[in-house]
């Protein structure tokens, strides 16, 4: 069954802190690992999108890293800022479907 | 602004209603997608057309639900007989045959609330 799941589901920071979130993904056959970035009331906005041989990608502040044989991915934040404060949400895609997570939703607090 | 627009973005209507909802792709974009989001959770898929052609649709979209791109550019999702299990955010989103991923742009979405 293709799916994927984030962790932590909720995460609370300070201005200024780095983040890292988590996603475990089991999609077959795989295609490629996406980060996307949900405002509340929006819709995602990609922030990257990454094949098997790509390990690490950046957007700006954003570095996502993937790992092919654990099927994993994080993304990292850097100097956090109020702006950030979003639903993350972690996409598997295969054959041109997508499967979502169901997000990190990302607190940034002054 | 050349980006996916839905309309409307909020709808409250009454169970047992008809809704109808429109989605405006990006121009040159061949595939457009319907997605349906409750609250936290992630997007889940209900259809996709290639141009005019519905290629997929989703166990999801029940018969009550149906979509259509009749001239292969904007599409509408229309919901009969609305239950207070429809009420969700409705994502659009396209993206172009071609190109790396098929990365998919989606709408700002219609919220909406079945009484």
């Known amino acids: 069954k293709n799916q994927v799941e984030q962790s932590p589901q909720s995460l609370i920071i300070l201005e200024g802190k780095n983040c890292t979130l988590q996603?475990?993904?089991?999609?077959?056959?795989?295609?490629?690992l996406r980060w996307y970035k949900q405002d509340t009331g929006r819709g995602p906005v990609s922030l990257t999108i990454m094949t098997f041989s790509e390990n690490t990608k950046s957007n700006g502040r954003y570095t996502a890293t993937l790992d092919a044989d654990t099927k994993q991915s994080s993304l990292h934040i850097t100097a956090s800022q109020l702006s950030d404060s979003a639903s993350y949400i972690c996409v598997g895609s295969t054959l041109g479907r997508l499967y979502f997570g169901r997000g990190t939703q990302l607190t940034v607090w002054p | 602004d050349t980006g996916v627009s839905q309309n409307p973005r909020h709808k409250i209507t009454k169970r047992g209603q008809n809704v109808t909802f429109r989605c405006d792709p990006i121009s040159e974009h061949n595939r457009l997608y319907w997605y349906r989001q409750t609250l936290g959770q992630g997007p889940e898929f209900l259809t996709y057309?290639?141009?005019?052609?519905?290629?997929?649709k989703s166990r999801l979209l029940s018969d009550r639900f149906s979509a259509e791109r009749p001239k292969g550019s904007f599409s509408t999702l229309e919901i009969q007989r609305t239950e207070q299990g429809d009420s969700a955010m409705y994502l659009c989103a396209s993206s172009p045959l071609a190109g790396r991923g098929h990365e998919q742009f989606f709408g700002p979405g219609t919220r909406l609330t079945v009484l």
């Open positions: 996603c475990n993904y089991t999609v077959s056959p795989f295609s490629n």
């Open positions: 057309f290639q141009n005019e052609a519905q290629l997929e």
